[in-house]
């Protein structure tokens, strides 16, 4: 089973023409990435990650994991971008809710740091390391970046403070460059153990890498089955597979239509709490990709029902300005269902027998008529349920509708020059050496 993109309530009338007359862009942008000849082709290692990734690789990450889970309560992954959320977006997914407040746990629970400069948020994490056995994955590809550079320095200090330095090299592991970057020089120079970020995989784009799978295989998940989902749909959207078979190629297309159309926002839609980060994941994905030489859709997402009490007035009845990608998850783990009441004083009894499920499903239903009859064109995507397995193919699938969308709009999708502009004021403000000249610049802006 895969999981499947559904566009019936998407395009409105005429929808077949519309797709079929956007079917040769996406046709020509799917031979662009598989040649390589177009822009950023120096980026395009994840094009063919998932089946090229080896079984050395896969027991090399398992054999990491094991040490780290054979010492450690928590490990903490510190990253930024794309350094962080396609791990954080998965373990989300997978995770207990509550999984904090569980006392016993099989695996290591894996925090984050590095993703913010919060000094509370750190202030706080630093609080409940002390006395536990903790371990760090420090992950950054150009080994350079601030956030993750400063929570390294303050928990390393932490943990060899806690452990000695002998014992915190066995809890330390980094992933970043073959040979560039501070983080690179500080691992060869101390010796911890380390993982390659290959240099044709941007950050976003590596999830699939140690920079995800080592998180998600530290904290129990089986690594195995995800990249074997992002196999099923490395073939599912091939080079030779024809335009309206390959779901990749047919959402890219369809949302550019859309953008055309008008609708510049595109909101990423759960039903399911879990799929929280996995929207935050989309967002870098598509948001930096896309969003460059003043194009590009602007990728936003809600919780629903949740955010139906206070986004979903926008969305019903705001500026016709946006589409609507839904996540749509088929099987729940678990069963709730809905007891009788013999008094009925709230009035539910009509709902006594059903699952909570079914609640959802039908608010779901719902919402999107409602939408649709309100003007969001509506697409589906639906997950047989939330599994290793399915959460690989929906990360694969989206990657490669992301390079398909990049070329369609006619931008660099591999590249960020916009992330610059705030690193170089911050370094201007924070007087970093080789940075004078922008300093006394901005300082006279202020
Ligand atoms: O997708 C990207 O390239 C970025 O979001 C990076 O992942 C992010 O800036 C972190 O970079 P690095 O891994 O070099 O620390």
């Not at 609708?263 to 709490?273: A, D, G, Q, S, Y």
Request: charged share 25%; hydrophobic share 40%; net charge neutral.
């Amino acid at each position: 089973e895969t999981i499947n993109l559904n566009i019936e309530k998407a395009l409105g009338k005429g929808a077949k023409e519309q797709l079929l007359s956007a079917a040769p862009k996406a046709e020509d942008a799917i031979k662009t990435l598989h040649k390589g000849n177009g822009k950023g082709n120096d980026f395009l290692g994840w094009l063919h990650l998932p089946s090229s990734i080896s079984e050395t690789e896969l027991s090399d990450i398992e054999a990491a994991a094991k040490q780290l889970k054979d010492r450690c309560e928590i490990v903490v992954a510190i990253g930024i971008g794309g350094s962080y959320l396609g791990a954080k977006a998965v373990l989300e997914a997978l995770s207990n809710t509550f999984i904090q407040m569980q006392t016993k746990q099989s695996a290591p629970l894996v925090l984050f740091a590095g993703q913010n400069i919060g000094e509370d948020y750190l202030y706080e994490l630093q609080h409940i390391l002390q006395n536990r056995q903790f371990g760090l994955i420090n992950i950054s590809k150009s080994g350079t970046t601030t956030e993750p550079a400063l929570a390294f320095r303050l928990l390393k200090k932490q943990l060899e403070d806690q452990v000695g330095k002998n014992e915190a090299k066995n809890r330390i592991i980094a992933i970043t460059d073959a040979s560039k970057g501070a983080l690179r020089k500080l691992a060869d120079k101390e010796g911890y153990k380390t993982f390659i970020i290959p240099d044709n995989v941007g950050g976003r784009f590596s999830v699939l890498t140690p920079v995800g799978l080592l998180p998600i295989a530290v904290a129990g998940y089986d690594i195995r089955q995800l990249v074997k989902g992002a196999v099923a749909m490395e073939n599912k959207c091939g080079e030779n597979v024809p335009f309206t078979e390959n779901p990749a190629a047919v959402y890219a297309a369809t949302r550019n239509i859309l953008y055309k159309a008008g609708k510049k926002i595109e909101i990423l839609v759960n039903f399911n709490p879990k799929l929280h980060f996995f929207a935050e994941w989309w967002k870098q994905l598509y948001g930096e990709s896309e969003g460059k030489d003043h194009l590009g859709i602007y990728p936003a997402s809600v919780d629903f029902t949740t955010d139906l009490h206070s986004m979903g007035q926008w969305i019903q009845d705001g500026e016709r300005t946006i589409f609507e990608t839904v996540l749509s998850v088929k099987k729940m783990k678990y069963k709730v269902e809905i007891p009788a009441d013999e008094e009925n004083l709230d009035g539910l009894n009509f709902l006594a027998g059903k699952r909570v499920d079914e609640v959802n499903k039908m608010a779901e239903l719902g919402t999107q008529i409602a939408h649709v009859d309100g003007g969001v064109p509506n697409l589906k995507i639906e997950i047989p349920e939330i599994t290793e397995y399915y959460l690989g193919q929906l990360i694969y699938f989206f990657e490669k509708a992301c390079g398909i969308s990049g070329y369609i709009l006619g931008v660099n999708p591999f590249d960020q020059p916009g992330v610059e502009a705030y690193k170089k004021n911050m370094f201007a403000l924070l007087g970093k050496p080789g940075y004078e000249a922008e300093t006394k610049a901005i300082k006279a802006k202020l």
